[in-house]
């Protein structure tokens, strides 16, 4: 028995986002919930719960910029001022570090915003608060 079928009015936000940027099911916390680096699955292959009708959109992206951004700007200042290294071993370095972490936060960002709109009965997933199936327009 999952949680949805459980309560569905009582959905733990904290551990849904936990389980998402782990790249989890929000839902079981089991099934992963991407295939490939970005694309979410349709359905979580351990309780079935729905996906197909997310939208995370660029809000993973606005995140990794806005957190990537605070973190390598400050850095860069320190390194520069304390350590005066050359300015293609300051670039190199800090190019390196911005796309590993970038590349790091990207997929769990997303995981994590697709938790919180479970969690939160947002978009598509509200109804499965009513028992409703979801038809969008698009066809997602």
């Not at 979410?40 to 996906?51: G, K, Y």
């Not at 990537?68 to 860069?76: D, E, I, K, R």
Request: with cysteine; aromatic share 8%.
């Amino acid at each position: 028995m999952t949680q949805t079928d459980m309560n569905p009015a009582a959905r733990d936000t904290r551990r849904a986002v936990l389980n998402g940027f782990r790249r989890r099911c929000p839902n079981c916390g089991s099934g992963p919930l991407l295939k490939g680096f970005l694309q979410v699955r349709d359905h979580c292959s351990v309780c079935r719960e729905e996906f197909s009708h997310h939208r995370a959109d660029d809000g993973p992206a606005y995140l990794t910029i806005l957190i990537v951004g605070h973190l390598m700007a400050p850095s860069m200042l320190i390194a520069f001022t304390a350590l005066r290294p050359e300015p293609l071993v300051l670039f190199t370095a800090f190019l390196i570090g911005t796309v590993g972490l970038s590349l790091y936060l990207l997929p769990r960002l997303k995981g994590a915003l697709i938790g919180f709109q479970w969690a939160r009965f947002m978009h598509g997933f509200a109804d499965a608060r009513d028992g409703r199936a979801t038809s969008l327009p698009n066809g997602r």
